[in-house]
């Protein structure tokens, strides 16, 4: 972790934040682990709020997405 600065984008995200809390002494490892699982959650949370005021996007059942997905590859290689 001393390679890398504390605000270098990639030591931003939500595990190493606690990965380095735990390296430190700072926290035991189950704490680390439930702080990075609450974090995680948080930040889902903000990525299907995101995802679901998208209007361009087109939500569809689990069993529709791999038919969904061969059509539009198909339909986008006769294109070429």
Do not use: C
Not at 29 to 51: C, G, M, P, R, Y
Not at 52 to 79: A, C, G, Y
């Amino acid at each position: 972790f001393a390679k890398y600065p504390d605000d270098s984008e990639p030591m931003k995200s939500n595990i190493y934040r606690f990965a380095k809390k735990f390296f430190e002494g700072e926290v035991d490892f189950d704490v680390a682990v439930n702080e990075a699982s609450i974090a995680d959650w948080h930040l889902a949370k903000k990525q299907l709020t995101w995802f679901r005021r998208n209007k361009n996007i087109e939500w569809r059942e689990l069993n529709e997405v791999v038919d969904f997905s061969e059509e539009q590859v198909l339909r986008m290689t006769r294109k070429k």
